[in-house]
Nanobody, 114 residues
Framework: QVQLVESGGGMVQAGGSLRLSCAAS????????VDWFRQAPGKEREFVAT????????YYADSVKGRFTISRDNVKNTVYLQMNDLKPEDTAVYYCSAHHTVYWGQGTQVTVSS
């Protein structure tokens, strides 16, 4: 069993930065693919970024490519999402997910003001 806890959300002005963290319990976490998703009010949840078990392979949604960076520290059992040049349309609840969406965190709110 893996439990995920997101943190690092908040309110920021357009052009600002935030770093989200996804801290995990469970020894298997370091072997799992981890994804970040987000859900804006009134919209469906959408994929943001993914990272493989070693951190050697990453993939991003077109909407965040070049602005967001996903990384992981398997010693700390934590995956990060560095978000730069934030835009109002990035406003959403951000969720991390592990093991191909088997495990989910509770989400963290990101609000970007114009």
């Amino acid at each position: 069993q893996v439990q995920l806890v997101e943190s690092g959300g908040g309110m920021v002005q357009a052009g600002g930065s935030l770093r989200l963290s996804c801290a995990a319990s469970g020894r298997s976490f370091s072997t799992y693919v981890v994804d970040w998703f987000r859900q804006a009010p009134g919209k469906e949840r959408e994929f943001v970024a993914t990272i493989n078990w070693s951190g050697g392979s990453t993939y991003y949604a077109d909407s965040v490519k070049g602005r967001f960076t996903i990384s992981r520290d398997n010693v700390k059992n934590t995956v990060y999402l560095q978000m730069n040049d934030l835009k109002p349309e990035d406003t959403a609840v951000y969720y991390c997910s592990a093991h191909h969406t088997v495990y989910w965190g509770q989400g963290t709110q990101v609000t970007v003001s114009s």
